[in-house]
């Protein structure tokens, strides 16, 4: 029987809006469709008009599912780090009959009672990631179901986020007419494809230089352990180069595009090229050096930022160095600017998956990857948190449960799947904590 299935995953960016649809057979995952439009609503990495993103959203799923022949209904969605806490956590319980097995109900439980600390008014929960459990005092278990038992313990990883930043991606995907079957933090996405086993699990910074802003992300234990953002990134050197050359937005994009680079030392003074100036009827020469001071300024602005915060919490200390990925890494010199104000080893990382050669894909990437390898664990992780914004009277990501936004649109395509589509599958697994 053909166990294959579709995962569509949704990066919400300050600059474009980007769908992947990949299929997943055998445990090979391979890309079969992608979408980009160009944003809008958003400002430095957030919502800020429901509407506007979700027409953009709309259009980049359009493009996808006429590439993928495929009907797209159910999105993995990445969220950004703006403003995340970050919390250990643990629950106990006890298990009142000894001699059966512990299953998913005793698991939920003991997940459910790591929850009980009082968040700010302003937060809401977003992840929960399983670190161990322990039965009757033996430690580091890390599937505790079909033992036995009379005391059962877990510890995690909290994360949560602004409740603003929450609602107005769900919102925006709802009037899209899509539904989120599971949201990720943009840099734990980011890792599943940009870093190695060993990078993960000992310890490494990731850096995404996105249009909107700039994120820096330490990965150990195959967790994210800290984030910190830094409102500028790839709009704003294009916003220097209009200024400073006083042409359009537009042409300086393309002038990044085509001649940027960080590495000062290799651009020549010999090397022009015309730009076309406000109030000038002839274009202006510009030199190669000249464009590259310009854009290594505000760079290295970001760097020297994000180097303070990180070496506060002694991240330069771990062995994987810095990994830089998003749409500014594929810039000559990112690296060598990074490794000369970091003082650590530091590479750039770009999907090789065809149609994705670019940086600005990462994320993109990485969603349908940390969804094909999600175990049940994982799964009942988030659906304990679903159960509890239910319950609290949330309603940000229940959008899963909208029988509306799962009746096929025939407008939109014509086509329908092979695979077993994703939202499917994970639906069914869900559904128990639900009714």
């Known amino acids: 029987m053909d166990d294959s299935m579709i995962i569509v995953s949704l990066d919400i960016g300050t600059t474009a809006m980007k769908v992947v649809v990949a299929n997943v057979s055998k445990g090979q995952l391979n890309v079969i469709g992608i979408g980009s439009a160009h944003a809008q609503g958003m400002n430095r990495g957030v919502i800020v008009d429901i509407d506007k993103a979700s027409a953009a959203v709309k259009e980049a799923v359009k493009k996808a599912a006429s590439q993928s022949n495929t009907e797209i209904h159910d999105v993995v969605v990445g969220l950004p780090t703006n403003g995340v806490q970050i919390y250990s956590c643990q629950g106990t319980i006890a298990l009142s009959d000894q001699t059966k097995e512990i299953d998913d109900k005793d698991v939920q439980q003991v997940m459910t009672a790591a929850l009980m600390q009082t968040l700010p008014a302003e937060q809401e929960y977003v992840a929960l990631i399983p670190n161990n459990f322990s039965v009757d005092g033996f ?3 890390k599937d505790p179901r079909g033992m036995i038992g009379t005391r059962l313990e877990f ?3 909290l994360y949560s986020l ?3 930043i929450v609602h107005n991606v769900a919102k925006a995907v709802e009037r899209a007419g899509l539904s989120i079957v599971h ?7 980011l890792s599943q494809v940009a870093l190695t086993d060993g990078e993960q699990n000992f310890g490494t910074i ?3 230089l996105g249009g909107g802003q700039s994120t820096a992300s330490v990965i150990h234990d195959r967790k ?3 984030s910190t953002v830094d409102t500028e990134g790839g709009n704003l050197v294009v916003h220097d180069i209009s200024v400073v ?3 359009t937005l537009q042409n300086a994009a ?4 085509y001649y940027g680079t960080v590495n000062i030392k290799a651009a020549s003074e010999a090397e022009e090229f015309p730009v076309e100036v406000v109030g000038q009827d002839e274009p202006q020469a510009v030199t190669s050096k000249y464009l590259s001071e310009i854009i290594t300024a505000r760079v290295q602005q970001i760097f020297e930022r994000l180097q303070k915060r990180l070496a506060k919490i002694k991240a330069f200390d771990l062995p994987g160095g810095v990994v830089i990925t998003g749409g500014l890494a594929e810039m000559d010199g990112v690296d060598q600017l990074a490794r000369n104000i970091f003082g650590v080893k530091v590479k750039t990382f770009v999907p090789q998956q065809m149609g994705l050669r670019h940086p600005a894909f990462t994320e993109s990437l990485g969603l349908v990857s940390y969804a094909q390898s999600l175990n049940d664990l994982d799964l009942l992780a988030y659906a304990v948190i679903q159960q509890h914004n239910f319950t609290d009277g949330k309603d940000n990501f229940q959008s899963f449960q909208s029988e509306e936004s799962q009746t096929p649109k025939s407008s939109d395509n014509n086509a329908h799947p092979t695979s077993t589509p994703m939202g499917e599958k994970f639906k069914n697994f869900w559904k128990k904590f639900f009714d």
């Open 139 to 141: 430690k580091n278990i």
């Open 155 to 157: 510890s995690g990883i």
């Open 162 to 164: 602004p409740k603003s």
């Open 183 to 189: 949201t990720v933090l943009a840099p734990a996405a």
């Open 206 to 208: 990731l850096i995404d």
């Open 224 to 226: 994210l352990k800290f």
């Open 245 to 247: 050359l006083n042409t």
């Open 254 to 257: 393309k002038l990044q595009r």
